[in-house]
């Protein structure tokens, strides 16, 4: 059972106290894709998501992706980041946890897990000796009426396109 304890539990990756994991000498993120920086089956990330990552890249922080997804759900979002990412991971399997922070160049004691699942993220994390973050799955974060807003926002955006192109 504690094999699925994570090491701290927190909101949103906004929500990691950084410094703190530098103190720790945490250097570098394994992230898990869907509900923890993207929506379930959304390529979309947010302004705030692309902010943190360019937030934790100049705190020195490296960071791989690692999705049980296959490559071309994944690639996308890895360029627009700009980091590396291992597809069908496999999660909990360890080996694959292992083999993201040989991409980041880690030790063990360096590397952090970041993920919205006990089973996949967190257990696999712990199972490979590693740092492990729980975070509230993104979807359920999002009000319904956020949901709402942004679709009107969306086609608000299309109509504006549209005149403009008329134009
Ligand atoms: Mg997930």
Partial sequence: ???????????????????ELKKRRIKGFILDLDNTITLWNSNDISIQV????????????????LS???????????????????????KPNPRSFLRAMHLMGLQKEETAVIGDQLFTDILGGNRAGLFTILVVPLDRREFFGTKISRM????????????QAKK
């Fill in 68 to 90: 049980n997804n296959g490559e071309k759900r994944i690639v996308k979002v890895a360029q627009q980041l700009d980091i590396p990412y291992i597809h069908r991971a496999a």
């Fill in 152 to 163: 009107m926002e969306k086609l608000v955006m299309h109509k504006i396109r549209r005149q």
């Fill in 50 to 65: 692309e902010e943190w990552f360019k937030k934790i890249k100049s705190m020195g922080f490296k960071a791989c992706i």
């Fill in 1 to 19: 059972m504690k094999m699925i304890y994570p090491n701290i539990y927190v909101d949103s990756i906004h929500d990691i106290a950084l410094e």
